[in-house]
């Protein structure tokens, strides 16, 4: 049964790659060399490598996003605006709250963005339990909202004054997060300052960590996940379902939140509108691939940051293959992995139980 | 005002046909969110077919056929393997991100859009037509009489009546002898089908080319209005107009009002959960949206 949870994303991923492969072929390249052009780029040396973590950092954050909300047996489709939310506030503090010495505006920072992803997931979570809305649809809509939101704020009170495209002022410099050549130069270790692999991707790989034992190893997280398999069967032992829903959707709000933390404090330093390409939806086929489980939406996340990598590689060095066609692997990849319910006999459903309509 | 009204219309008409699209999916029971996929298909396969055929109706045909086709990758995963319907068409999105700019560049070379078409079908480019219907494109047109349409399939059909059927109680339905899986498989087609159509113009009935991404998220617009019109078509159609009108408005205010542009597109969002909450009045989604459904199973509860 173990050995079963993790064929089905490695069956998947292998028919998003093989399939992707026909397409390669059908426009003229040979699929071999592209995808070892890919992997290689993206694996092969200790820069290509660097990329490929700083890529899976956000990943990494929507995954597991995704993941504790499932849990919880709740669909959380709208990390994408609340990690613009987050990232917004996260740069509005790194700027407006730099009389704080580092020591204190870097873990003020971080918390104020996952507390506004967090209040942007609980409320959807709110009017699930009180008016008995679907969270599908109201994450759905709450992601346009946020983006309208900050999108207004952006252009307008918070533009950077003087400056022509969408973006807040810099943050102080004792915001910053520390970046990768920093953190490896005492190891001896050379790397260009400007590779955008930084701390916060120690702070995912924890997450992880933390996620992983509150999930498996707490009460709270035992609850949550009763509430996710059973919610009926939750209540009548006792625990409070609906502070769980509440809980479970602030909580993966939190997380989406996170990804301000690498974006914000570890990469642009600001807020730069547009800045996300859909890491909230691709949190969701993270999370799916993961299947819900803190290390699974690691290693996906670090496969996903791979081919995002390699196929901006395989855009530059190739003619005819475009970085898109990651996009198309990796749709291919959930189709299958959606689909698969059939073999295994088991619905590979993001619900842990079916109780009650999306939209 | 004219203009107004002619610019609300036509901001309105992807989001019609995508919204009718939407309605015949999510009324038998399969949640659709990859309208906006299905937009983004269609309004590539419109202008690419357009562009090597020298006639824009071809490419609207093309679009529909298109629609469908990937409407039917929804259909068999969600249907046939019983996948998860969110998950399906979060996929289908994913994929219509990647698939027409790597199409555009594998065809023409570009980063991601099609080469300009010759005829846009911003009118009917047949003379006599023109002289009569000449204000819109056919497309606008198409979309008005989708919705009576869609009405009369819908609520005056006995197909119509196993479609609510499979929406609302697809195990009552199956015990009457309805083929569940046929109804809804036939559903999603459509939904594609009318997606494809709206994205269709979104490419071909007022410009001449395709962009990367130029749906832009207007496939979860229709889906808002779909919502907020209570899925209904006449509701949809009202919702869509609304949204049209409230986009062509507030471009015109741009400059001279107070209120920013971004509320006013943020509207049709709200409207919808308050629609969902009960504070525009209750919208009750299909019963059975979006569950699974496994003929062997006896009952909801399995």
């Known amino acids: 049964m173990k050995l079963r949870v993790v064929l089905i994303p490695i069956a998947g991923i292998a028919i998003g790659l093989g399939l992707g492969g026909l397409i390669v072929k059908a426009v003229g390249e040979s699929p071999v060399e592209t995808w070892k052009l890919l992997f290689t780029s993206s694996f092969g040396s200790l820069t290509g490598i660097c990329h490929t973590l700083f890529n899976a950092t956000p990943l990494i954050f929507t995954g597991l996003a995704v993941a504790v909300a499932f849990r919880g047996g709740l669909f959380n489709i709208g990390a994408e605006g609340q990690l613009i939310l987050a990232a917004f506030v996260a740069a509005w503090a790194g700027s407006r709250l730099s009389f704080l010495p580092g020591l204190f505006l870097i873990p003020v920072c971080i918390l104020l963005a996952a507390v506004a992803g967090g209040v942007w997931g609980a409320i959807p979570g709110a009017l699930k339990v009180r008016f008995g809305v679907h969270e599908v649809i109201n994450t759905i809509m709450m992601n346009f909202i946020a983006i309208g939101i900050v999108n207004y704020l952006v252009t307008g009170p918070f533009l950077a004054p003087g400056d022509q495209i969408p973006e807040t002022v810099p943050i102080s410099p004792a915001a910053h997060l520390p970046r990768a050549a920093r953190l490896l130069a005492p190891f001896g270790v050379e790397l260009p300052s400007s590779l955008p692999l930084n701390a916060s991707f120690l702070i995912a790989v924890a997450a992880c960590v933390v996620l992983y034992l509150f999930l498996f190893r707490t009460k709270w997280g035992f609850e949550l996940r009763a509430v996710g398999l059973n919610p009926e069967a939750a209540r009548a032992a006792g625990i409070n379902v609906a502070k769980n829903v509440v809980l479970a ?3 993966s709000g939190a997380l989406a939140g996170m990804v301000a933390v690498n974006e914000v404090m570890g990469y642009r330093y600001r807020y730069y509108d ?6 909230g939806f691709l949190g969701i086929a993270v999370a799916l691939l993961g299947r819900n489980h803190p290390f699974g939406v690691l290693c996906t996340a ?17 003619e005819r293959v475009s970085r898109d066609i990651v996009y198309i692997v990796q749709g291919i990849t959930i189709v299958a992995v959606a689909g698969a319910a059939v073999l295994g006999r088991k619905r590979i459903t993001m619900r842990a139980r079916e109780t009650d309509a999306p939209l | 005002m004219d203009v107004l009204i002619a610019s609300g219309i036509r901001l309105a008409t992807p989001l019609t046909l995508a919204a009718i699209g939407g309605l015949f999916s999510e009324r038998s029971g399969i949640v659709n969110i990859a309208l906006e996929g299905l937009m983004l298909f269609g309004a590539f396969v419109a202008a690419t077919a357009a562009y090597y055929s020298g006639n824009p109706w071809f490419g609207v045909l093309m679009a529909a056929v298109a629609g469908g086709a990937i409407a039917h990758i929804h259909g068999l995963v969600c249907i046939k393997f019983k996948g998860d319907h969110i998950v399906s068409g979060i996929a289908i999105n994913i994929l219509a991100l990647g698939a027409p700019p790597f199409l555009a560049l594998a065809l023409f070379g570009t980063t991601g859009s099609t080469p300009e078409i010759g005829r846009s079908l911003r009118t009917w480019n047949v003379a006599w037509l023109d002289s009569l219907l000449g204000a819109y494109s056919p497309l606008v047109y198409l979309s008005w009489v989708a919705v009576p349409l869609a009405y009369l399939l819908v609520y005056r059909t006995r197909f119509g009546l196993r479609l609510r059927a499979c929406g609302e109680n697809p195990w009552a339905a199956e ?9 809804r498989y036939i559903a999603v087609l459509l939904s594609g089908v009318f997606a494809g159509l709206g994205g269709a113009f979104l490419s071909i009935g007022y410009g001449t080319s395709f962009v990367r991404n130029m749906t832009a998220g207007r496939g979860f617009l229709a889906l808002a209005a779909l919502i907020f019109g209570k899925w209904t078509p006449g509701g949809a159609l009202l919702a869509c107009l609304l949204f049209g009108f409230a986009d062509a408005f507030q471009m015109r205010l741009q400059g001279v009002g107070q209120i920013p542009p971004q509320f006013v597109q943020m509207l049709p969002y709200v409207l919808s959960m308050l629609v969902l909450v009960g504070a525009v009045g209750r919208a009750r989604p299909p019963a059975a949206l979006g569950r699974a459904y496994d003929r062997e199973q006896s009952s909801a509860g399995g």
């Open chain 2, 175 to 183: 015990t009457a002898g309805v083929n569940v899986a046929a109804v």
């Open chain 1, 249 to 251: 959707m602030a909580l």
């Open chain 1, 274 to 279: 547009g800045f996300s390409p859909g890491y």
């Open chain 1, 302 to 318: 670090i496969l996903f940051g791979a081919l995002v990598h390699g196929g901006l590689t395989v855009d530059m060095l190739t």
